[in-house]
């Protein structure tokens, strides 16, 4: 099956602790992507990368770390997780930098909770 | 800063009704403006791109400059268009930047 893979799927974990969402896609894109979407909904830009190089890294708490180990996985690494870090978090991928006809496909996303 | 504004949280028609979902934008270059849907257990996947023009499941959308709206539109609203809808701009940044999403449900 083609697709955006996500492990894992839901996550409870407690403040402090230090965990990691992985991301793989086989689709063959360059660029991936990790978004946020809180409580409210709110879809939020995290990082890009392309190419396993980053492109975009919003204004994001440094204990949020992604790596890129090849071009076909992004994984997110989260230190020191505090209460707000709660929500679920989507990775996505694309075929190339972006234009017209650019279309990202998303994960299955992962509900994260910190106690 | 590029911004998506989706002033409804929650649209609910019944079915056969007329749907219009409010996408408006602002983005200081030539945008490129999507709409994502959001089906009950399903991942989040493109529904149709302004460049396109296109008519998806009998969605449009119509990209408007003078008022920089880009309302998602159907005439008949059916049951399994239920789901959660985001408008969305590509910010030339190699990312997309989203609205708050807007709850369609179509009543029977």
């Known amino acids: 099956d083609t697709a955006v893979s996500q492990t894992p799927k839901y996550l409870v974990t407690q403040m402090g602790n230090d965990k990691s969402i992985k991301c793989e896609q086989n689709?063959?894109?360059?660029?991936m992507y990790w978004y946020k979407q809180d409580s409210k909904k709110f879809l939020k830009i995290m990082f890009s990368y392309n190419n396993k190089e980053l492109i975009i890294n919003e204004t994001v708490p440094n204990r949020f770390s992604p790596k890129s180990p090849d071009k076909a996985h992004l994984n997110l690494h989260i230190n020191s997780l505090e209460l707000g870090d709660s929500a679920v978090y989507f990775c996505?991928?694309?075929?190339?930098?972006?234009?017209?006809?650019?279309?990202?496909?998303f994960g299955p996303g992962t509900r994260l909770t910190v106690l | 800063a590029q911004r998506v504004t989706q002033p409804e949280k929650l649209l609910s028609v019944f079915k056969g009704a007329p749907v219009e979902l409010k996408c408006n934008y602002s983005?200081?270059?030539?945008?490129?403006l999507f709409w994502y849907v959001q089906y009950s257990r399903q991942r989040l996947q493109l529904l149709l791109r302004?460049?396109s023009r296109e008519s998806i499941k009998g969605f449009t959308a119509d990209l408007n400059k003078g008022e920089t709206s880009f309302h998602l539109k159907k005439p008949f609203a059916q049951e399994e268009d239920s789901a959660m809808y985001y408008c969305?701009?590509?910010?030339?940044?190699?990312?997309?930047?989203f609205g708050s999403g807007t709850r369609l449900q179509v009543q029977p």
């Open positions: 996505a991928s694309s075929q190339d930098l972006g234009g017209l006809y650019n279309e990202q496909f």
């Open positions: 689709l063959g894109h360059d660029t």
């Open positions: 302004h460049i």
């Open positions: 983005y200081s270059g030539s945008p490129e």
């Open positions: 969305a701009v590509f910010t030339g940044r190699r990312a997309l930047t």
